[in-house]
Every structure is written in structure tokens, then in C-alpha cells.
């Protein structure tokens, strides 16, 4: 029998999204990482920038901090970006609908890796000129539910020579083994949690996000 494939139809948004996820899910599961350009179209990411830029605007951001709870701590030797946790049922709409993009993801992942992702956590990030997040893990001491991470970039017409490249160890045993990826409008980076090794490289102009963690029950 012979299947013909055709591209889903332009106005067919879930569907594009819904394809893009599955070749995000199968490169984790080669490689444990991937990088997707323009997983958002244009006029969401210009959406949710404005929409970040906003809540940033009005001081809605905090200093990040590392760890959770009662051992949240400040570490500016660690860290020094600003974040604001999202709430999904009370987010602005471009940032739903993101994270209603990655719904389709979570459903990838589990169908094809069997990851058992249950539920997604996600914060805005701003990284003023100057600003880092040096070599670390994104897990907890004391709690690894934590187990794919997500960033989208919101930034408009990023340059090589603007620095703020993600950086992510390839080999966990030889750290000249990295990618460099620029934090470029619209594309989302995912990774393995408990895998890569990763920092942020300093930039000079404000470099905007949003990153999260699908987590499994734990
Ligand atoms: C993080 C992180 C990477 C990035 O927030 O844990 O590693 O490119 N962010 O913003
Ligand atoms: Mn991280």
C-alpha cells in the first residue's frame, strides 16, 4: 500500500506544531537535545515579547534564585537573571498559547520516549546586559522531577556579536565538547534535564525568554 504524505495546509497551525513536535521527540531520543527554529510564528514571538516586556516594565520580575522553597537562595555567582514565574491559567494569551504548543510536545515525548511527563513549570526570563547563568544542571539537590528542559527565545533580529549563546555540554566527560546556540526569536531549545551541563554567556543587550521543565510525578 502506498501513503502519501502531504504538507498539512497553511492555516493548519496545530498541525505544524503537532509535526514539529514529533521530530523534536525523536531527535531527544537520538541525541538528547534539539534545537527547532521558528517553532512560534513570527507575529506570537513579537506577541510575547511585547507581552514580557510589559510585566518587565512594570518591575513584575524578581532575582532568580537557586534551589526551591525554604533553601531558595540568592547566588549571584551563580546567576544573576530575572525571572517571573507563569501561572498558566492567568498568563497573557501569547504565552498561553505557547504553552498550549507545548502540550503537543509533552504528548510526543511520552508517546515515543514513554517519559511519563506530567506537567510543565515555566518562568519569564530577562537577562540584562551583563548577566550570566554559569555551568550548572537544571535539577534540585533534594527533588529530580525535572526531566525535559524548554527555552524559547523572544528576541528581535539577535546577532552573533550580541554574546548570550546557550552553551551545552555534549560530552559530559570533556568539556571542550559544547554547542553554542544563539537565543534567536522563536526558537525553542530542549534538553534531556538531567543530561546537559549548560550556562548563558553574557550579552549586551537585553536577551528575553521563556524556559520551562515537563516534570514526571516524581
Ligand atoms: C535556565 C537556563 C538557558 C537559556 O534557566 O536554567 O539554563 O538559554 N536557561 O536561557
Ligand atoms: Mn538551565
Keep these: 500500500m502506498t501513503v502519501y504524505h502531504s504538507e498539512p495546509a497553511p492555516c493548519s497551525v496545530h498541525a505544524r506544531v503537532d509535526s514539529l513536535c514529533t521530530q523534536i521527540a525523536d531527535s531527544l531520543g537520538e541525541q538528547?537535545?534539539?534545537?527547532?527554529?521558528?517553532?512560534?510564528?513570527?507575529?506570537?514571538?513579537?506577541?510575547?515579547?511585547?507581552?514580557l516586556e510589559a510585566h518587565w516594565q512594570r518591575g513584575d520580575f524578581r532575582p532568580a534564585g537557586i534551589g526551591r522553597g525554604a533553601s531558595l537562595q540568592l547566588?549571584?555567582?551563580?546567576?544573576?537573571?530575572?525571572?517571573?514565574?507563569l501561572d498558566p491559567l492567568h498568563c497573557e494569551p501569547a504565552h498561553q498559547h505557547y504553552l498550549a504548543a507545548l502540550e503537543y510536545l509533552r504528548a510526543a515525548i511520552n508517546r515515543s520516549l514513554y517519559l511519563g511527563l506530567v506537567e510543565f513549570e515555566s518562568h519569564l526570563a530577562v537577562y540584562p546586559p551583563g548577566t550570566y547563568y554559569r555551568k550548572h544542571?537544571?535539577?534540585?539537590?533534594?527533588?529530580?522531577?525535572?526531566?525535559?528542559?524548554?527555552?524559547?527565545?523572544?528576541?528581535?533580529?539577535?546577532?552573533?556579536?550580541?554574546?548570550?549563546?546557550l552553551r551545552i555540554y555534549t560530552d559530559a566527560r570533556n568539556d571542550a565538547h559544547y554547542q553554542e546556540i544563539l537565543p534567536l526569536g522563536g526558537q525553542l531549545v530542549?534538553?534531556?534535564?538531567t543530561r546537559f551541563l549548560h550556562e548563558v554567556m553574557p550579552a549586551t543587550r537585553h536577551r528575553m525568554s521563556i524556559t520551562g521543565w515537563f516534570k514526571t510525578r516524581g
Excluded: H
Excluded at 512560534?40 to 506577541?47: E, F
Excluded at 547566588?75 to 514565574?85: A, G
Excluded at 544542571?137 to 556579536?161: E, H, K, P
Design 190 to 193: 530542549t534538553f534531556l534535564s
Design 32 to 51: 538528547g537535545w534539539c534545537v527547532t527554529p521558528q517553532f512560534l510564528s513570527p507575529a506570537l514571538v513579537a506577541q510575547a515579547r511585547d507581552e
Design 75 to 85: 547566588k549571584t555567582s551563580v546567576r544573576t537573571d530575572w525571572v517571573r514565574w
Design 137 to 165: 544542571l537544571d535539577q534540585f539537590r533534594d527533588m529530580g522531577t525535572r526531566s525535559v528542559s524548554c527555552i524559547l527565545y523572544l528576541n528581535d533580529a539577535w546577532q552573533a556579536a550580541d554574546g548570550g549563546q
